[in-house]
């Protein structure tokens, strides 16, 4: 079930809605979208995504699953999620770690390389 948590989290990403995306998340979660530093708690988290998310000019269009491994309270995953602002898009793989508590994601990292984020960066 917990990987079931993970992709309703991955999948809220897609739909423009902060508030759906940091619901699966704990009070406290420590988010560390690397190469930035971490960040902890659901607010924080909301600050962060909010403008990725739900961006009048684009954001995360959609989402597809390669891998995923699922052990007890941890989940990884390996996923390209493809972003858009305006006419410019870049998808981007990424690998993501995320570990469960009481139903909520509590911790997050997802790993990915910037420079293949930049162009997107450069057009917000």
């Known amino acids: 079930m917990n990987k079931i948590l993970v992709n309703k ?3 809220a990403l897609t739909k423009g809605k ?3 995306v940091v619901g699966y998340l704990s009070s406290e979660v420590f988010y560390h979208n690397l190469p930035y530093e971490p960040i ?3 607010s924080g988290v909301k600050k962060f995504l909010g403008p990725f998310v739900e961006s009048r000019h684009g954001g995360m269009e959609s989402i597809e699953y ?3 491994v699922a052990e007890g309270d941890t989940v990884m995953n390996a996923r390209s999620e493809k972003w858009r ?3 410019t898009a ?3 793989p990424v690998a993501g770690v995320f570990k469960i508590d ?3 994601i509590c911790e997050w990292w997802d790993y990915w390389d910037s420079a293949t984020l930049q ?3 450069d057009a917000i």
């Open 40 to 42: 902890i708690g659901r």
């Open 18 to 20: 902060i508030d759906d």
């Open 9 to 11: 989290l991955c999948d």
């Open 102 to 104: 009481n139903n909520l």
């Open 119 to 121: 162009p997107l960066l």
């Open 66 to 68: 390669h891998h995923c």
């Open 85 to 87: 602002h305006k006419d």
């Open 90 to 92: 870049v998808v981007l």
